[in-house]
């Protein structure tokens, strides 16, 4: 009897475990086959091409995201999308849609975004200003930057090279999403087998144990808010050439999708647990519910609602999971 | 003495001609002139006051560039009277109606003479507005306007004529039968209910045209782009004809259009970006301007209620019909490629009066 328990207890044990490890990825199965059922236009391949083609500005954007709050002590970085339209607008600018001045501009771009990264880390480790003020703030001004700078109506055009990235193939993949799939293989290997990645889960699991063992903190955390910045800007080239128009609003609304990924995919906000592969599967998670509620022609607004529970759904899940 | 002569007749004779090619010819709106009333002009007399004027200017928002463009003809114009108008004070409520509130208080307090309002939303604004009517200070709306008519007068271009002229082009270029998506603009907002509005009035009469779905798009070209991409994925073929209410999220959805090989009829505005994508594609499209020049049009009008000059409550400002492909009822005013300027910014509105250094640059 005392065997059988041991060996039914292990089992529940085991199936347990497997299900709070890759609950996401089964939970993104279901949600495949799912939508393949209801809606036949789901599986067509251009269908599943469009959905990745979307996911891969979102999926950038949220590894940047992932690492932040993985740090833990409430990170997160609202400043995401501010610096995606930014970055839009000032590429549209100064290459004029000209190829050869691509490069040069998307460097002033991503040393912008290192800077924003930086701005938010200090403020967050050195005053300490809550992740959520210091980044709102950061947000705040640089939407009104932006607006000094565009004068409301941007203008200039995106490279064909631009466009080519954010809407081109190479064979059958989008070439957005092969961009997304080398991110997330360096912010794997980051994580996983870099001692910056160690020291990251480290500070982000007790912050005092990390400190006691000498890592220092504040330049890892910085560093997250830095990797976000500089994410964002290469979210923001990929969006800005998959529309082909300088809006100010370009990503409008990926600072909480970012977030919303994140903690569907299973990294915590307490910090310390999770990772980049659960982030994808979030987003493509979002990417998916946004896609089946226009194949089933129900309002768009009910996306809000079903997003909305899925978040909820997915953070009681791990919650209960921490606290078991 | 002769040569003097020549020369004076040969100055006046070029002199003339210039005069008469700058001299714009003076445009009217179709709906004033197809309108089966008299128009009832308002006695201003009321208002009227010696000049110069202190004008307040309470904007609902700068957040897109359809508003920064209506905000710089406001101010441009204002520029243009400088011997009226001694101050005009502008207000960016940031789409926020609380905000507003208080940006008009604040108007009223720094004793302007009267306030143009483009409200953020019709109910909210109105309690403010007929406090500051009875006051008698003249309100002037402004492409938005309050829910009661507690208001002097009202400039704007019709929503509803917008989303009937839009779907009866789309409908008669499909002579009457085929299906149809309908892309409006943000759900709730005045605008995109009013020309959804229009739009169903000529449905109504085309039973044959069919809408397979409408989802809104809040006005963005990206989500123009995706919610078309999954329509098309969603219905194919079917798809015989786009209405979107604005060239913002056309110009998202003639992409995912050209991109997937279908090339439709598609509504939209007088925004470059849609003008000049639906030239490059070579799309049958059509296009109606909510003309960002009601700006100008407004202080105009505020001009004269405070000269005590009789103004219309409603002010229908003039606006271009294109097509690239004219139908029985709807034609269009000029050529496409006039109004479509690839080597300008995509997000400049076409159809505005602003001088050279008022363009946003």
């Given at each position: 009897?005392?065997?059988?328990?041991?060996?039914?207890?292990?089992?529940?044990?085991?199936f347990?475990?497997t299900f709070?490890?890759?609950?996401?990825?089964?939970f993104?199965?279901?949600l495949?086959?799912?939508a393949?059922?209801?809606?036949?236009?789901?599986l067509?391949?251009?269908?599943?091409?469009?959905v990745?083609h979307?996911?891969?500005?979102?999926?950038?954007?949220a590894?940047?995201q992932t690492?932040?709050?993985?740090?833990?002590?409430?990170?997160?970085?609202?400043s995401?999308?501010?610096?995606?339209?930014?970055?839009?607008?000032?590429?549209?600018?100064?290459?004029?849609g000209?190829?050869?001045l691509?490069l040069?501009v998307a460097?002033?771009?991503?040393?912008?975004?290192?800077l924003?990264?930086?701005?938010?880390g200090?403020?967050?480790?050195k005053?300490k200003?809550p992740?959520?003020?210091?980044t709102?703030?950061?947000?705040i001004?640089i939407e009104?930057?932006?607006?000094i700078?565009?004068?409301?109506a941007?203008?200039?055009?995106?490279p064909?090279?631009?466009?080519?990235?954010?809407r081109?193939?190479?064979?059958?993949i989008p070439?957005?999403?092969?961009?997304l799939?080398?991110?997330?293989a360096?912010?794997?290997?980051?994580l996983?087998?870099?001692?910056?990645g160690?020291?990251?889960?480290?500070?982000g699991g007790?912050?005092h144990?990390?400190?006691?063992?000498g890592?220092n903190?504040?330049v890892?955390?910085?560093?997250?808010?830095?990797a976000?910045?500089?994410?964002?800007?290469?979210?923001?080239?990929?969006?800005?050439g998959w529309?082909?128009i300088a809006?100010n609003?370009?990503?409008?609304?990926?600072e909480?999708d970012?977030?919303?990924a994140?903690?569907?995919?299973g990294?915590?906000f307490?910090?310390?647990?999770?990772g980049?592969?659960g982030?994808?599967?979030?987003?493509?998670?979002?990417m998916?519910?946004y896609n089946l509620?226009?194949?089933?022609?129900?309002?768009?607004q009910?996306?809000?609602?079903?997003?909305g529970?899925?978040?909820i759904?997915?953070?009681?899940?791990?919650?209960r999971?921490?606290?078991? | 003495?002769?040569?003097?002569?020549?020369f004076?007749v040969v100055?006046m004779?070029f002199?003339?001609l210039?005069?008469a090619?700058l001299?714009e010819?003076?445009?009217f709106?179709r709906s004033y002139?197809?309108?089966?009333?008299?128009?009832?002009?308002q006695?201003?007399?009321k208002?009227?006051?010696n000049?110069?004027?202190?004008?307040?200017?309470?904007?609902?928002s700068?957040?897109?560039?359809?508003r920064?463009?209506?905000?710089?003809e406001v101010?441009?114009?204002?520029?243009?009277?400088?011997d009226?108008?001694k101050t005009?004070?502008?207000?960016d409520?940031?789409?926020k109606?609380?905000k507003?509130?208080?940006d008009t208080e604040?108007l009223?307090a720094?004793g302007c003479?009267?306030i143009?309002?483009s409200?953020?939303?019709?109910?909210?604004?109105?309690?403010?507005?007929t406090?500051?009517h009875k006051q008698?200070?003249?309100?002037?709306?402004?492409d938005?306007?309050?829910?009661?008519?507690?208001f002097?007068?009202f400039?704007?271009?019709?929503?509803f004529?917008?989303?009937?002229?839009m779907?009866?082009?789309l409908?008669?270029?499909?002579?009457?039968?085929?299906?149809?998506?309908?892309?409006?603009?943000m759900?709730g907002?005045?605008?995109?209910e009013?020309r959804?509005?229009?739009?169903k009035?000529?449905?109504?009469?085309?039973?044959?045209?069919?809408?397979?779905d409408?989802?809104?798009?809040s006005?963005?070209?990206?989500?123009?782009?995706?919610?078309?991409?999954?329509m098309?994925q969603?219905?194919?073929?079917?798809?015989?004809g786009?209405?979107?209410?604005s060239?913002?999220?056309?110009?998202g959805?003639?992409?995912?259009l050209?991109?997937?090989g279908?090339k439709v009829?598609i509504?939209?505005?007088?925004?470059n970006a849609?003008?000049?994508?639906?030239?490059?594609?070579?799309?049958p499209?059509?296009?109606?301007?909510?003309?960002v020049k009601?700006?100008?049009?407004?202080?105009?009008?505020?001009?004269?209620?405070?000269?005590g000059?009789?103004?219309p409550?409603i002010?229908n400002?003039?606006?271009?019909?294109l097509?690239?492909?004219?139908?029985?009822?709807v034609?269009?005013?000029?050529?496409w490629d006039?109004?479509?300027h690839p080597e300008?910014?995509?997000?400049?509105?076409?159809?505005?009066t602003?001088?050279?250094n008022?363009?946003?640059?």
């Open positions: 009897m005392e065997a059988y328990t041991a060996w039914t207890g292990s089992r529940r044990f085991a347990k475990s709070e490890k890759y609950g996401i990825y089964i993104l199965i279901i495949f086959i799912f393949s059922f209801v809606s036949p236009a789901f067509q391949p251009q269908n599943l091409k469009d990745l979307q996911a891969a500005a979102l999926g950038i954007v590894i940047g690492f932040v709050i993985l740090g833990g002590r409430g990170g997160l970085d609202l995401v999308a501010s610096v995606m339209a930014t970055v839009a607008v000032i590429i549209a600018k100064n290459t004029g000209q190829n050869e691509l040069p460097l002033v771009c991503v040393l912008f975004g290192l924003v990264g930086l701005a938010n200090l403020l967050v480790t005053r200003v992740p959520f003020m210091a709102l703030g950061m947000m001004i009104g930057f932006r607006f700078y565009t004068k409301g941007p203008k200039g055009d995106f064909p090279i631009l466009r080519f990235l954010g081109g193939d190479l064979g059958p070439v957005s999403v092969l961009s799939a080398a991110l997330t360096i912010a794997v290997i980051i996983r087998k870099t001692l910056f160690r020291q990251l889960y480290a500070v007790n912050i144990t990390a400190y006691l063992s890592y903190a504040d890892i955390l910085t560093i997250t808010y830095m976000s910045g500089l994410t964002a800007v290469i979210a923001g080239m990929y969006l800005a529309i082909g809006d609003w370009v990503g409008k609304g990926y909480l970012s977030i919303a994140v903690v569907m995919g990294t915590s307490e910090g310390g647990q999770g980049v592969l982030t994808i599967a979030g987003v493509l998670i979002i998916m519910i509620i226009l194949l089933l022609h129900l309002p768009i009910v996306q809000y609602i079903v997003k529970a899925v978040i759904l997915a953070a009681s899940f791990y919650v999971r921490s606290s078991t | 003495m002769r040569k003097v002569t020549a004076l100055t004779f002199c003339t210039t005069v090619a001299a010819e003076r445009q709106s002139l197809w309108d089966s009333n008299a128009v009832v002009m006695d201003m007399t208002y009227k006051k000049p110069p004027y202190t004008i307040g200017f309470s904007n609902a700068i957040s897109n560039s359809w920064v463009f209506m905000d710089r101010r441009a114009e204002a520029e243009k009277h400088k009226l108008i005009l004070y502008v207000t409520a940031q789409d109606p609380d507003q509130i208080g604040d009223v720094k003479d009267l143009i309002l409200a953020a939303t019709m109910a909210a604004l109105d309690p403010i507005a406090r500051i008698g200070i003249p309100i002037v709306c402004l938005r306007r309050v829910k009661s008519d507690n002097t007068s400039v704007t271009a019709s929503n004529t917008q989303g009937r002229m779907m009866l082009w409908c008669q270029m499909l002579k009457g039968k085929g299906n149809i998506v309908m892309l409006p603009g759900a907002a005045g605008p995109a009013e959804i509005i229009g739009a009035e000529i449905l109504s009469q085309f039973p044959d045209v069919k809408v397979l409408m989802q809104y798009t006005w963005s070209p990206s989500e123009g782009k995706r919610i078309m991409a999954a098309i969603s219905f194919g073929n079917k798809i015989e786009v209405w979107c209410d060239g913002l999220q056309g110009s959805a003639i992409e995912a050209q991109e997937a279908l009829p509504t939209g505005e007088d925004l849609y003008l000049t994508r639906v030239q490059k594609y070579e799309f499209a059509m296009s109606i301007g909510f003309p009601m700006g100008a049009e407004a202080v105009r009008t505020s001009l004269k209620v405070l000269q000059i009789p103004v409550f002010v400002v003039t606006r271009k019909v097509t690239t492909v004219d139908t029985a009822d034609k269009s005013d000029q050529p006039t109004m479509a300008w910014p995509g997000d400049w509105w076409i159809d505005n602003l001088p050279q008022w363009l946003p640059k």
